[in-house]
Nanobody, 125 residues
Framework: QAQLAESGGGLVQPGGSLRLSCAGS????????IGWFRQAPGKEREVVAC????????YYADSVKGRFTISRDNAKNTVYLQLNSLKPEDTAVYYC??????????????????WGQGTQVTISS
């Protein structure tokens, strides 16, 4: 059974950093487009970053471009999201998801097939 599990969330001060991990089991993340999404209280879920299955090209939302980095470690079947220069508005539950049909970048949450349980990221002084 395909599963995703996020970890690495926590409470950090503005300007701090975190690294989120998305570990896959039951399928190989390398062969799937993987996205990171987030949802803040009272707001809709939004795409943060994505890495494609075909050529590992990446996409970043404008709000995180230059601060967040998505990457893969195929040997560990894990995708990471490095969060730097964190701001209070980055506070949200972060989810990773897999789109098993996409060959390239996929930014529409409804197209993703498997989701992790989420990890809370809180930015506060």
């Amino acid at each position: 059974q395909a599963q995703l599990a996020e970890s690495g969330g926590g409470l950090v001060q503005p300007g701090g950093s975190l690294r989120l991990s998305c570990a896959g089991s039951g399928f190989t993340l390398e062969y799937n487009t993987i996205g990171w999404f987030r949802q803040a209280p009272g707001k809709e879920r939004e795409v943060v970053a994505c890495i494609s299955s075909s050529d590992s090209s990446t996409y970043y939302a404008d709000s995180v471009k230059g601060r967040f980095t998505i990457s893969r470690d195929n040997a560990k079947n894990t995708v990471y999201l490095q969060l730097n220069s964190l701001k209070p508005e980055d506070t949200a539950v972060y989810y990773c998801a897999a789109d098993i049909e996409a060959m390239g970048i996929s930014t529409v949450s409804a197209e993703y097939n498997y989701w992790g349980q989420g990890t809370q990221v809180t930015i506060s002084s």
